[in-house]
């Protein structure tokens, strides 16, 4: 700091040059102070012991005389050099200086990723690093001893001169790659994996193929679910739910809110309620395959069941499947397995009642037994007299989620002219049916004790019903001849239950699907050829499957036809495929809990996986050969 004092004296103005100069501990103080007078300036700048250097020396003397040369000379204070800044930053060390380099060159790299960031920028926005590098870096500081040690290691953080710095700041900053960028957008993940529910149809599996096709389906869910799950940023259970199952997730919240022992129809914790019925049933629309034949009473069962039950004209399996039969077989434990031998491992027997000789059996999907109630069953006889219950009816009832169903299968009297005795043993049947017993009525107010069809939602009855054509089996025949396209129409015109349901003198409230196949009864065994015995009975609508709902509309028909390919009995099996509407429900039903026959499941099972070990060895045995023949 220089300071300029004029003293007028009465001889010659005076001037007094102050100078100060202060450094840290290491240079002390410096104070200069002399007269504007020639000689006392050379005087004074012996005497002063000053860590400058000739030059600076040099030049504060051509100040001076500048200043002594005339009378009254006015001074023209200059900036302080940018040295002097050390003053206010010396409490700045060394090494506090080189750290705050180094976290914001740290800070600027992460942040500039394209690497379009300097190492420099940084410094500038640093008073205290600008004033240690402005000490080191000024050209008339760099021949002093006391900065010369400090911007030797000032001028690069690796000790290098400062020569060797400046070639380096020259060259071209280090190539840095660009991240890599998708060509287009990626393929956006289904999430309808794990909080999907399950379908209500699956497609039927071919012989060979069941095993494998719901396989690879499943192991392509998983992994969906599994990318899906390691993109979720919730709870730790979330990104597991799907490593092990493909079921749907349980979280450890649901499991302390919910109880499904209390619950309403809109209630969230009824297991039979609106909630989870759409997570199984979107559409609340339930599949059921209806099978009815008169078996005659064979001993010998068909080889194959795939026609009857799996039919390669649908699509898709059915939720539930109800098989009635008449005059079944004398082992009925045979008939079972056969049935579960052909719908495989997905399905199991819900509940199967026999009256005498009419077998009744209710198999469902292995996943909706927890929605079904503890079915119930009933049996009617209509003909007293005989030791064999070769006639009657067997029901069953369930509810499942708030939907009541009863199925049943029957055996009236057969004759070409006892229409009378068939309507009797039909209101026989309706009235002496007691059902349902424990289970509650889903409306009570349109329910009736003298009708046993008004106590349920839905109902399904089938079997036997043996009404004939009013026609003689000529006329039958040459109509038959002239039917094209499946229009059965005329011939239906001359069918005794037809006429009834006109007249609405049994089965009231009933509806059947149009009719396009031939008549069911009476067929030679063995061949499509009708009656050839003597007694030349006239081909008839004999099997029947007719349903009755509450409201009209819940009861869609998908399939109604007859299966001529099982010709081990004189009557052909008939089937339905329906679709009913479900409807959620409370939990004061009594549920099923799985309760179904292991054993029968099991027995099923190995048989299907013996008859297609069997099968392969066959095909392996007739391949062709590859052996060459010389001739």
């Given amino acids: 700091m220089f300071v300029c004092r004029r003293r007028y004296s009465d001889e010659k103005p005076q001037l007094m040059l102050d100078m100060r100069m202060s450094e840290d501990g290491e240079n002390g103080a410096l104070h200069l102070s002399s007269l504007a007078k020639g000689d006392s300036v050379s005087h004074e700048r012996q005497r002063l012991q000053t860590p400058l250097t000739a030059r600076r020396l040099a030049k504060q003397n051509e100040d001076v005389a500048g200043l002594a040369g005339g009378e009254v000379t006015t001074f023209q204070p200059r900036p302080p050099s940018l040295p002097k800044l050390t003053r206010f930053v010396k409490s700045v060390s060394l090494e506090e200086t080189l750290r705050t380099r180094r976290i914001h060159n740290s800070q600027e790299s992460l942040s500039d990723r394209a690497g379009t960031g300097s190492s420099t920028d940084s410094l500038k926005e640093d008073p205290a690093a600008l004033a240690v590098f402005a000490l ?3 050209d008339d ?3 002093s001893p006391d900065f010369r040690g400090r911007g030797s290691s000032l001028s690069g953080s690796d000790g290098r001169p400062h020569s060797q710095q400046s070639s380096s700041e020259e060259r071209p900053p280090k190539v840095r790659l660009s991240p890599l960028q998708p060509r287009g957008p990626l393929p956006a993940l289904e999430r309808s994996f794990v909080s999907a529910p399950l379908r209500t149809s699956n497609r039927i599996d071919r012989d060979c193929l069941d095993y494998k096709m719901p396989g690879k389906q499943k192991l392509g869910e998983r992994s969906c679910s599994q990318l899906e799950d390691m993109g979720s940023d919730d709870i730790s259970v979330n990104t597991l739910k799907s490593f092990y199952s493909v079921l749907s997730p349980i979280r450890p919240q649901d499991m302390r809110n919910r109880s499904f022992l209390e619950g309403s129809v809109l209630g969230s914790s009824a297991l039979l309620g609106a909630e989870e019925l759409e997570r199984y049933f979107p559409n609340r629309t339930l599949g059921i395959y209806i099978v009815t034949w008169n078996m005659q009473g064979e001993r010998f069962l068909p080889a194959n069941l795939n026609d009857l039950l799996l039919p390669t004209d649908s699509e898709f399996a059915q939720d539930f499947y109800v098989v009635g039969v008449q ?3 004398q082992d009925k434990r045979e008939w079972e397995i056969c049935i579960q031998e052909t719908l495989g491992p997905h399905y199991v027997m819900l509940y199967a009642a026999s009256h005498g000789v009419l077998y009744l059996n209710v198999f469902t999907r292995r996943d909706l037994i927890w929605f079904c109630s503890v079915p119930e069953h009933s049996t009617v006889t209509t003909r007293i007299i005989s030791q064999i219950k070769t006639k009657g009816a067997l029901g069953i009832a369930l509810t499942f989620f708030g939907t009541s169903f009863l199925f049943i299968t029957s055996h ?5 002219a006892k229409v009378y005795e068939r309507v009797l043993d039909y209101n026989k049947i309706i009235e002496a049916l007691t059902l349902p017993k424990s289970l509650p009525d889903t409306n009570p107010y349109r329910s009736e004790l ?3 069809t008004t106590r349920f939602d839905q109902v399904f009855w089938f079997g036997d019903f043996n009404f004939r054509l009013n026609k003689d089996r000529a006329d039958v025949e040459a109509i038959m001849a002239r039917t094209v396209g499946g229009d059965m129409s005329t011939l239906l015109e001359h069918d005794q239950l037809s006429k009834e349901l006109k007249d609405g003198s049994i089965f009231k ?3 059947e699907a149009p009719i396009c196949f031939f008549p069911t009864y009476k067929f030679d065994i063995g061949c499509d050829k009708y009656d050839t015995t003597s007694k030349q009975r006239t081909p008839s609508y004999t099997d029947r499957i007719l349903f009755k709902s509450r ?8 399939k109604y036809n007859s299966c001529s390919s099982v010709r081990t009995s004189d009557h052909r099996p008939v089937i339905g495929v329906f679709q009913v509407k479900v409807r959620p429900g409370r939990d004061n039903v009594p549920l099923c809990a ?9 027995e099923g099972i190995k048989r299907r996986m013996a008859a297609r070990e069997l099968r392969r060895a066959k095909e392996g045995m007739t391949s062709p050969s590859t052996v060459c023949s010389i001739s």
């Fill in 327 to 329: 005059e079944g077989c």
């Fill in 551 to 558: 409201n009209p509309k819940e009861i869609k028909v998908v």
């Fill in 136 to 138: 080191s870096g000024r």
């Fill in 450 to 452: 003298s009708d046993v």
């Fill in 412 to 416: 009236f009297t057969s004759g070409d």
């Fill in 509 to 511: 409230g009933f509806k």
């Fill in 141 to 143: 500081d760099q021949d």
């Fill in 594 to 602: 799985g309760q179904f026959d292991r054993g029968l499941y099991l």
